[in-house]
């Protein structure tokens, strides 16, 4: 999608939150994704460097979950959810982030069951993940735990949360505080700013009819930080919930 010579990329955007971009005046141009395919996502990559020299916006919107009373094996859903919503985003920020272009903006779609989920880890796993220091390989071997935890039925006794949605998203979170510090750390001058956020509740696929927001106005908050000023310093490695801050 090019808009006034703006790249912005936004995965996952064939449905639910993503598929709002025509409604904002943008002109989408369909590009094949599977985040769970490197392949795929150095394709895309090598388009884009190609096609535009670079990228203005990133939007790691795709995730996947399963429902509530999906029968599923709890160690099943880690795994298959783990694969997508964290190393499927890890992959394409790893391939992606080295084209942003000075003054670029990342937003990583997480959510507020980060938040519930850190909230029920144990108290060292939550210091871990809050910590401002902890480096992506750390995060890597966390959520590598967590799903091998899983598959041998202790990740409640090695202080994980019954939430393995919950869980994958405080990934997506701590890995955009790390990148941001990475990308503060390294480059500065070009001003990129790198968020996640969560859309809220919005009626998809995979939260039901009973959720309370569209889709329209669950893209809010990303929308905000996608466009946030050219001029804007902040915020930067921040989790947002409607445009706000969140305390992590």
Not at 48 to 67: K, P, Q, S
Not at 138 to 157: I, T
Request: with cysteine.
């Amino acid at each position: 999608m090019s808009s006034c010579s703006r790249v912005a990329l936004v995965t996952g955007a064939n449905k639910g939150i993503g598929f709002q971009l025509q409604a904002e005046g943008l002109s989408p141009r369909f590009q094949q994704l599977d985040i769970q395919d490197l392949q795929s996502i150095r394709a895309l990559r090598d388009f884009l460097r190609n096609e535009y020299g670079g990228l203005d916006v990133l939007v790691n919107n795709a995730a996947i979950g399963f429902t509530v009373n999906d029968p599923t094996p709890f160690h099943i859903k880690a795994e298959v959810t783990m694969k997508t919503n964290f190393f499927g985003t890890r992959d394409v920020c790893t391939e992606l982030l080295p084209l942003m272009k000075p003054q670029g903006r990342v937003v990583n779609v997480s959510s507020m069951e980060s938040l519930r989920a850190l909230k029920n880890c144990s108290p060292e796993l939550q210091q871990k993940f809050r910590s401002d220091t902890i480096s992506e390989e750390e995060l890597v071997g966390l959520m590598n735990k967590f799903v091998e935890d899983a598959r041998n039925g202790v990740h409640q006794r090695e202080g994980w949360p019954n939430r393995t949605y919950g869980v994958t998203k405080i990934g997506v979170t701590v890995l955009s505080r790390i990148h941001a510090r990475n990308l503060s750390a390294h480059r500065r001058g070009d001003k990129i700013l790198l968020n996640a956020c969560c859309p809220g509740w919005v009626r998809t696929d995979l939260t039901g009819p009973q959720a309370p927001k569209s889709p329209e106005e669950g893209a809010e908050t990303p929308v905000f930080l996608a466009l946030l000023p050219s001029d804007a310093e902040g915020p930067h490695g921040q989790f947002l919930f409607e445009k706000k801050v969140e305390q992590w």
